[in-house]
């Protein structure tokens, strides 16, 4: 396996593709390893990329990229910061809660780290460096706030883990809703006392008919957690219905309610909705291949077995998982990651009697963290590339966050009821 490592740090140092890294990396290992064995695999190669695309539950996930991508081309992302801010902006810490706040709620539409990141930090940063923040601290609080929306549904981490894994998506968009509002409030706390400590950032309090327009103005947008979560939890909409559902809220919003978009940029919206997914689905088909093909190596069966011992524990097991998949996600794409890792550890998981709902909270909370966390965390290429600051910049104050972020993975497994208690109470438990 060396020259595959080889390979892979590589192409991936020389700015490849991840998905041409990873099937590159696989094609080269093949043809010098397995030379005679080589055409069949090449052909087992397409089908398992074929196969890790074709479960009909991923047919959400374009919706809800396409619902994100019509969003953050109109006018809601401004409406919603503002309705927050005309009622905390007055706290110390007040922008930056605002911050924290439109994250948690924006992922309610987008369910990605990324296009929260663009979003909502396009917005909040010029605001947050004239209220006299340094700008490492706006780059560091907006790429980790963004990793709350891959917790708040419709997270496409969810999605990928639950069709990884044959997890119930609903159940998981219900499961991510408590950590992700926990994860908001220490966020929140750590900005009201790094605000008042710095004496930064505090706004003149707004009045009841500024507030009572900037909710008005607002108000539509906390649709879509209605529509998602309260369609599935009452069982109206499936996961996929829902996100159908999102993708016409979105358009009656922008272009009935805010009247903010025009024809041609909502055929923009599909055409980017188009390239995205399919840089996507190439990364869970190129994720598939190569969990088939290390499984064909077995070299999980080397590996994993003096890990994890004879008899392991839950406590064990939850530790080994969420340590790999964080480790993992600050090297690799974290859907690729999930899917994956996922096939790995299952036979590990089932064993152990690890609830699944559980460890895909876990899961999907590494893969967040891994995302916003040095060296290649994708958010923070995405944070470098929208507001064209250097990498040391934009990962200068990323520490106190990521020790909340661990803090609250500990919190989960040390309570597993914070994840549990909304699926539970949907399964009459």
């Known amino acids: 396996m060396k020259l595959f490592g080889i390979s892979l740090t590589f192409m991936l140092l020389f700015g490849f593709p991840f998905m041409v890294t990873l099937l590159g990396s696989l094609m080269l290992y093949i043809y010098i390893y397995m030379p005679d064995l080589a055409p069949k695999l090449m052909v087992t190669m397409v089908q398992q990329v074929i196969t890790g695309i074709a479960p009909p539950a991923l047919v959400c996930v374009p919706m809800f990229i396409l619902s994100a991508s019509i969003i953050t081309s109109g006018q809601s992302a401004g409406h919603l910061i503002r309705m927050i801010k005309a009622f905390v902006g007055h706290l110390p810490g007040g922008l930056p809660i605002t911050t924290n706040v439109s994250c948690t709620l924006f992922g309610a539409v987008s369910g990605s780290t990324q296009a929260t990141v663009a979003?909502?930090?396009?917005?909040?940063?010029?605001?947050?460096?004239?209220?006299?923040?340094?700008?490492?601290?706006?780059?560091?609080?907006?790429?980790?706030?963004s990793d709350i929306a891959f917790l708040i549904p419709p997270s496409i981490g969810f999605i990928v883990y639950g069709v990884a894994?044959?997890?119930s998506i609903g159940m998981l968009f219900l499961s991510g809703i408590l950590p992700g509002l926990m994860i908001l409030m220490m966020f929140s706390i750590y900005c009201y006392f790094y605000s008042k400590i710095k004496k930064v950032g505090q706004l003149p309090r707004a009045s009841w008919p500024e507030r009572l327009t900037a909710v008005k103005n607002g108000l539509p947008v906390m649709g879509f957690p209605v529509i998602i979560v309260g369609g599935i939890y009452t069982g109206i909409f499936s996961p996929t219905e829902a996100a159908a559902a999102a993708v016409f809220y979105s358009l009656i919003l922008e272009l009935i309610v805010y009247r903010s978009l025009t024809l041609p940029r909502v055929v923009d919206s599909f055409l980017q909705t188009g390239v995205i997914t399919g840089v996507v689905f190439i990364l869970v088909g190129a994720g598939q291949a190569f969990s088939w093909m290390i499984g064909f190596m077995q070299i999980p069966q080397q590996i994993l077995p003096p890990l994890f011992g004879a008899d392991p524990t839950v406590l064990r097991v939850m530790l080994i998982v969420v340590v790999a998949y964080f480790v993992s996600c600050m090297f690799v794409d974290p859907i690729v990651a999930i899917f994956i890792l996922s096939p790995v550890f299952?036979?590990?998981?089932?064993?152990?009697?690890?609830?699944?709902?559980?460890l895909g909270t876990l899961v999907t909370l590494q893969a967040a963290i891994g995302s916003a966390t040095p060296p290649f965390g994708c958010d923070i290429f995405t944070a470098q590339l929208i507001f064209r600051r250097p990498y040391i910049e934009v990962i200068g104050h990323s520490l106190p966050f990521l020790l909340i972020l661990i803090l609250a993975t500990v919190l989960l497994i040390a309570f597993p009821n914070i994840a549990l208690f909304l699926p539970n109470l949907a399964m009459g438990r």
């Open 119 to 145: 979003a909502i930090g396009g917005t909040m940063r010029p605001m947050l460096l004239e209220a006299g923040y340094k700008s490492s601290f706006t780059l560091g609080l907006i790429i980790n706030s």
């Open 165 to 167: 894994t044959s997890t």
């Open 346 to 358: 299952q036979p590990y998981v089932v064993s152990a009697g690890v609830d699944p709902i559980l």
